[in-house]
């Protein structure tokens, strides 16, 4: 059965994710969500973690089995083993799982263009794009409307950033 459910999961990851929009309009637009944050927030959560979890499992797979034998034989629970070896094994991986999720959020633009219609609700990647002028662009407010959405961002990453790259290599190196 794991297997058959672990294939479906990885159809899930190579189905793009525009294929999903109308089902997801009219799912909203059934619940009364259309038009509102809390529908961009639950289909975040939902819907943004198929890549999370495929990452995860590779990684703890590979935690070696060891430690789980050691721990249950000193008379640890599952509970124990999960927050005691699990958890710190894994803080790179989540650390960078949650940096990814996050720039994955913030960029979303498709999404709130096509729930959100009120513009006090926009997203800052969709009001950034009613900057244009009707005849004329104004360039200089355009890029310092970009760049001050940017501020956000760089600032995450350099206080991220050694978790950020101890996370990519404890996802590359085996053994």
Known sequence: F??????????????PTVTN?????????????????????????????????????????DLPKDLFEAAEMDGASHFQQVINIVIPMAAPIIGTLAILSFLNAWNEFLLPL??????ELFTLGVGLIYLDGEYVKPWGKIMASYFLAAIPLIIIFLFTMRLFVRGLSAGAIKG
């Open 2 to 15: 794991s297997g058959l459910l672990w294939a479906l999961f990885l159809f899930l990851m190579i189905m």
């Open 114 to 119: 096509i729930i959100l219609r009120d513009k």
């Open 21 to 61: 929009l109308v089902p997801l309009f009219m799912l909203l637009k059934s619940m009364s969500l259309l038009n509102t944050l809390l529908a961009l927030i639950l289909v975040a959560v939902a819907g943004g973690q198929v890549f999370n979890i495929f990452v995860l499992r590779h990684f703890l797979e």
